[in-house]
C-alpha cells in the first residue's frame, strides 16, 4: 500500500494570533471541546461573546482560567462593539469572538466585526468545531450533497408560506433552524406547500443527553411534532429529485420483525421502520406484517 505524504505539513501549534479569530464552542457536549478552543480561551487578550456569563462557564467546565477581558458581543450591542474589537486588533491584541454554541456568524453575531476586519486588513481566522447545520445534514439520511441553509425560518404566516413557495422546486436540501414552540406549524404549512410527501428530517438537542434525529415524510413529522417537541431544533428538507428508490412494504416486513423481536410494540416499530423508509401511511406496513404473520403459520 503507497502511502502519501500532505502538500502542506500539518501544524501541531495551538498558538493565537493577533488578530480577529473565530471560536466554534461546543453545541452542548464539553467534550467537543478542541485543544485549539481551550488555548484560544486561555491565550486571547479579549473575549468577544455573545454571553459573558456562557463563556465563563465554558472556561471553567475546560479548567481554564483565562487571563484576557471578556467582554459582551450580541445581537443588540454588536454593530456599536465592532469598532473597539478592530481597534484591540490592530493594537496587536488577540481577540476571539465566541458565540453561545456552535460558529460564530452562522445565525450568530459575528458578521460584523469580521466583516470590518477585512476593510480595515485585519487579519482574520477561525477555529473550526461544532456546528448544528453539518451536524444536522449528516445525521438526515436524505440527499444532501448539495444544500442551502435558510438560519431561521419566519416566524409570520405570510412570510412563512411565501418562504416555503420558493422551496417547491429547489433541487437543493434546505437546512434551517426553528423554535420548538413554532415546529408543528411549520410543518405543517411545509407539508401543505410542498406535500406531505416530501421527505425531511427534525434534529433536536444535537450532542445533548436527549438527542434525537426523526427521518419521514413532511406529513408524518407534522403529526408528530403536533404532540409538542422540546429542545433546539434543526430541520432538513430534501431537495426535488432527491427521493429515494421505491421501497416494496414486503421487503421492510423483517425489519419490523426485528424490532419487534428485541421488545418494541408491533405499531411503534411499523411507524420508526415506515418512516425511515420514507412511506406515506405505516397502516399498509402494518397489515403487510399480520399478513406475513398468517402466511408462516
Same mark, same amino acid.
Given at each position: ?153 419566519? !416566524?409570520? $404566516? ?6 416555503? &413557495?420558493? %422551496?417547491?422546486?429547489? =433541487? +437543493? *436540501?434546505?437546512?434551517?433552524? /426553528?423554535?420548538?414552540? !413554532?415546529? $408543528? ?6 407539508? &401543505?406547500? %410542498?406535500?406531505?410527501? =416530501? +421527505? *425531511?428530517?427534525?434534529?433536536? /438537542?444535537?450532542?445533548? !443527553? ?10 408524518? %413529522? ?9 429542545? /433546539? ?65
Amino acid at each position: 500500500m503507497t502511502t502519501h505524504e500532505p502538500d502542506v505539513p500539518l501544524s501541531e501549534s495551538t498558538s493565537l494570533r493577533p488578530g480577529i479569530t473565530l471560536v466554534a464552542t461546543p453545541l452542548g457536549n464539553i467534550g467537543d471541546a478542541s485543544d485549539r478552543l481551550c488555548a484560544a480561551l486561555a491565550d486571547a487578550d479579549v473575549i468577544a461573546a455573545e454571553d459573558t456569563r456562557r463563556a465563563r462557564s465554558l472556561a471553567s467546565a475546560l479548567g481554564i482560567e483565562p487571563r484576557g477581558k471578556f467582554v459582551s458581543n450580541f445581537d443588540h450591542n454588536e454593530e456599536s462593539r465592532t469598532a473597539s474589537l478592530i481597534a484591540a486588533a490592530k493594537s496587536g491584541q488577540k481577540v476571539i469572538v465566541v458565540t453561545d454554541a456552535g460558529m460564530p456568524v452562522v445565525s450568530d453575531p459575528g458578521l460584523a466585526v469580521v466583516a470590518a476586519a477585512h476593510d480595515a486588513s485585519v487579519p482574520v481566522s477561525c477555529i473550526p468545531g461544532a456546528s448544528a447545520v453539518t451536524t444536522a445534514l449528516a445525521l438526515s439520511g436524505l440527499g444532501v450533497g448539495h444544500f442551502c441553509f435558510d438560519g431561521f425560518a419566519p !416566524r409570520k $404566516a405570510g412570510a412563512r408560506r411565501a418562504w416555503l &413557495e420558493s %422551496l417547491v422546486s429547489e =433541487r +437543493r *436540501a434546505c437546512c434551517f433552524f /426553528e423554535s420548538p414552540h !413554532r415546529l $408543528a406549524v411549520t410543518l405543517a404549512d411545509a407539508a &401543505e406547500v %410542498l406535500g406531505p410527501t =416530501r +421527505r *425531511a428530517s427534525v434534529s433536536r /438537542e444535537l450532542t445533548k !443527553r436527549y438527542e434525537e434525529t426523526r427521518r419521514g415524510s413532511l406529513g408524518e %413529522l407534522a403529526a408528530w411534532a403536533a404532540e409538542g417537541v422540546r429542545g /433546539e431544533i434543526t430541520v432538513v428538507i430534501e431537495g426535488v429529485g432527491q427521493e429515494a428508490p421505491a421501497v416494496e412494504i414486503e421487503d421492510l416486513v423483517g425489519r419490523v420483525e426485528e424490532r419487534v423481536a428485541a421488545g418494541e410494540r408491533l405499531k411503534d416499530a411499523c411507524k420508526e421502520v415506515a418512516a425511515a423508509a420514507g412511506l406515506s401511511k405505516h397502516r399498509d406496513l402494518y397489515q403487510a406484517v399480520l399478513a406475513a404473520r398468517e402466511e408462516n403459520r
